[in-house]
Every structure is written in structure tokens, then in C-alpha cells.
């Protein structure tokens, strides 16, 4: 993933004067000496051939940074001072709040310094506010339209290169395997691995594109979904030819007259459906035992710890280890009855990940209760840990069972 250092910049400048490379130096909080940019590329058009500096007023000291190498040799990325982005109108507290109920947030569209690397050592760095107070020299040379337009294509071959290096695509197909061999709960690991880096990657895609005006196009170029961009070439296609209203979306033609079809193929509105509650009642899918002690604990657990509490904190680390133990664990036991049947490999591997989020959510309480001075307060979270102990006690039962 990306190092993101926007509250930690105390003050920096870069230097694009000569075609070709830039260079810069970039001071953090917590940090004596800056980061020193030496990167071949050059900036976006409105930064390329000028002097940048910036100035962060709310710096703050981020603790990771300190990981970082000072010496930061690679590749530009993106570098613009006039990104837009959607920047909300309201306080922190409030954002939080409207995020909570999942209301729409007030914002603005502002012009954003975007400064983007690709570092020998540290891979993606990126540097994202419309809050920084700048100053730009005159230009020392002038980059046209298409040498701008040469760059952010090169930009974007980069950070293609970079997202399949984090996914660690294989280069060459393996041997074919045999769909009728189930897989064991290794080979299955090493699939759901390459799920998380598929889904980390994409994430981050996401998170770069999702306001630009061709943000499909560049998300599946970056991924590297050939198949995906030759489906939008076609539809692309098909939009620009005169079609008529028969035509779907990528060029496949149906018979919209109504003509040659019997009163019998359409639905009547008057006709009665099944009831969820009602004849398929005998149908209906049960639950696993263990899910359902899960998503109980999942629940009280969220009655019981802050809920308003911020990423990286306990409390929040704990709701959300338990409620990833009952989701895996709904997607991997329940739903035998309408005919699903996982193979067991699967579910192996799944009921270790979930052992895994069950030990981080010990630590986690752990952290809560060792900060509790409320004698109930405290009673509450054993109780909540004894519960995840018990989980964890049915889960290596099941495991061993399956094994």
C-alpha cells in the first residue's frame, strides 16, 4: 500500500526546472533531516518547468513515517497542483457523524496539490492537501500538450507496473488443474493471499481514480484487465454507431416487438407469490451455531465499547476483527441446506483467518481493559473475552473435526 504523508509534511519544495528530472526535498514532523526526492519524469504541465514550495500549518508527527528511507531515488508519479477533488464543508466531528448514518456530506470541489512517487525502497508515496499554503516560481521551460499528455501515460504505465508487482501476478500459467481434485486448506490459503493483495491493489486503484472523468478505462489499464478494456472499447464502439433502441450495451441486438409473444410469458400483477415466511418456511437456510455465537458477540460487543471510535484504536480494532470472524464464518458454514457445499480446503483456511482475527481481538480487548477503571466496565469486557476465548475453543473443535 501507499505511504500517504499529508499530515506529517511540515514544509517542502520541488524542483522541475530541468526537462526530465525531478528533484525535491520534503520535511516531516518527528523527522531532522528531510526526505531527498532524485526522480527521472517529469511534473503535469502547470508544475513542470518551475520551483515548488509548500508549507503544511497543522502538521502532525506520524509515527510510521519513520520507516521511511531519506534518500527517495525512483520515478515521478502524478504531480499537479490542480487535482480537483471533493473536499467536505463540515468539522471532523461532524463528517464522522454523517459517515456514521451513511448521510451525504457537504463538500466542495478544490484544487488539490497532488505529489505522487514510485521509490526504489519504499515503492507508492504520495502526498494529497488542499490545505498547504504555496508558492511557484516563474517557468523556466514550457511543457506543451503532448508532452503532458506523453507523461501521464508514462505515469500511468507506472503505476500498472507497481500494482502488478503488489499483486504478484504470475508471469506464467501453472498446470491446469483438475476441477473435479479438491484443493487442500494451503493451496486454498495461497488463493485467498492472492485475494487480499487483488483486493488491496484494487482499493488503492480506487481510491486514484474514482474522480477522474475516465476512471473506468485507467482502473482496468492499471490492474491489468486486458478483457475489461477490450469491453469498454467495444462498447465505446457501439455507442458511437447509429444504433437503433434494440441495441444493448455492447453491440448485441434483441427483439423488442411484442408481437410474436402469448399473453402466458408475461407475469400477471395479480399473480400470488410464495411468502418468504410462508410455504418456504421449511426451506429456509439455518445458520451454523458457531456464526450465529459470532454475530451475538459482534453485537454486544458493540453495545459495550465506544462505537464512535476511530481506526486504529482498541475499541474499533476489536468491533472489527469480530464482525470479519462472523462474516467469514456465515460465508464459509452457512447455507448448507439450499445446497452449497464448500470444499473442505476452503474451509479450513477460512477458520484459520478466523483464529487469526480472534487473537487480535483478545489483544484488542486486552488494550481496553488494562484502560478500564469502571469495576462494571470492566466485568462487561472479561465477559466479551471469555466469549471470544469460547468461539475460538469451537472453531479448533471444528478443525479438527474437518481435518
Known amino acids: 500500500m501507499a ?3 499529508d499530515e506529517a509534511v511540515t514544509r517542502g519544495e ?8 525531478t528533484t525535491g526535498r520534503i520535511w516531516l514532523a518527528g523527522r531532522d533531516e528531510p526526505l531527498v526526492l532524485t526522480l527521472v519524469g517529469d511534473c503535469w504541465r502547470d508544475l513542470a518547468g518551475t520551483r515548488l514550495w509548500f508549507e503544511n500549518p497543522v502538521p502532525a508527527v506520524m509515527p510510521d513515517t519513520a520507516a521511511l528511507a531519506g534518500d527517495q531515488t525512483g520515478i515521478v508519479g502524478d504531480m499537479t497542483a490542480s487535482r480537483k477533488n471533493k473536499v467536505p464543508t463540515v468539522s471532523d466531528e461532524e463528517l464522522h457523524r454523517l459517515c456514521q448514518c451513511q448521510a ?52 500511468l504505465n507506472t503505476m500498472r ?9 504470475s508471469e ?19 488463493r485467498l493471499k492472492e485475494s487480499d493483495r487483488l483486493t488491496d491493489a484494487y482499493q488503492e486503484v480506487i481510491e486514484k481514480y474514482m474522480e477522474d472523468a475516465d476512471s473506468e478505462r485507467k482502473e482496468a489499464f492499471v490492474m491489468g484487465w486486458d478483457g475489461l478494456l477490450d469491453a469498454l472499447a467495444q462498447r465505446d ?25 402469448d399473453d402466458d410469458d408475461f407475469l400477471d400483477p395479480d399473480e400470488e407469490f410464495l411468502d418468504a415466511e410462508g410455504d418456504d418456511e421449511d426451506d429456509a437456510e439455518e445458520d451454523h451455531p458457531l456464526q450465529i455465537q459470532a454475530q451475538e458477540l459482534a453485537m454486544r460487543a458493540m453495545d459495550v465499547v465506544q462505537q464512535d471510535a476511530g481506526p486504529g484504536t482498541p475499541a474499533y480494532q476489536f468491533i472489527t476483527s469480530l464482525l470479519q470472524v462472523s462474516g467469514k464464518l456465515a460465508g464459509a458454514l452457512n447455507g448448507r441446506s439450499s445446497g452449497y457445499e464448500p470444499e473442505t480446503g476452503f474451509v479450513l483456511a477460512i477458520l484459520k483467518r478466523c483464529l487469526h482475527s480472534l487473537n487480535e481481538a483478545v489483544g484488542s480487548c486486552q488494550q481496553l481493559m488494562a484502560a478500564e477503571n469502571d469495576p462494571d466496565q470492566l466485568a462487561a469486557l472479561a465477559h466479551l473475552r471469555s466469549s471470544v476465548f469460547a468461539i475460538r475453543d469451537g472453531i479448533v473443535e471444528l478443525r479438527r473435526a474437518l481435518k
Request: hydrophobic share 40%; glycine share 4%; aromatic share 12%.
Open 14 to 21: 520541488i524542483d522541475n526546472t530541468v526537462e526530465g528530472h
Open 161 to 169: 507496473d507497481f500494482m502488478a508487482r503488489l499483486i504478484r501476478r
Open 3 to 5: 505511504w500517504r504523508l
Open 237 to 261: 464502439e457501439a455507442d458511437n454507431d447509429d444504433f437503433s433502441a434494440e441495441t444493448l450495451t455492447y453491440g448485441q441486438r434483441v427483439d423488442v416487438s411484442f408481437e410474436d409473444h
Open 172 to 190: 506464467t500459467p501453472g498446470p491446469e488443474t483438475d476441477a473435479d481434485v479438491e484443493l487442500d486448506e494451503f493451496a486454498w490459503e495461497e
Open 104 to 155: 451525504e456530506i457537504p463538500h466542495e470541489w478544490r484544487n488539490t496539490l497532488y505529489l505522487e512517487w514510485f521509490s526504489e525502497i519504499n515503492g507508492r508515496v504520495v502526498i494529497a492537501s488542499s490545505a498547504y499554503a504555496m508558492k511557484i516560481s516563474a517557468y523556466e521551460w514550457v511543457m506543451d500538450e503532448d508532452a503532458q499528455e506523453a507523461q501521464k501515460l508514462a505515469n
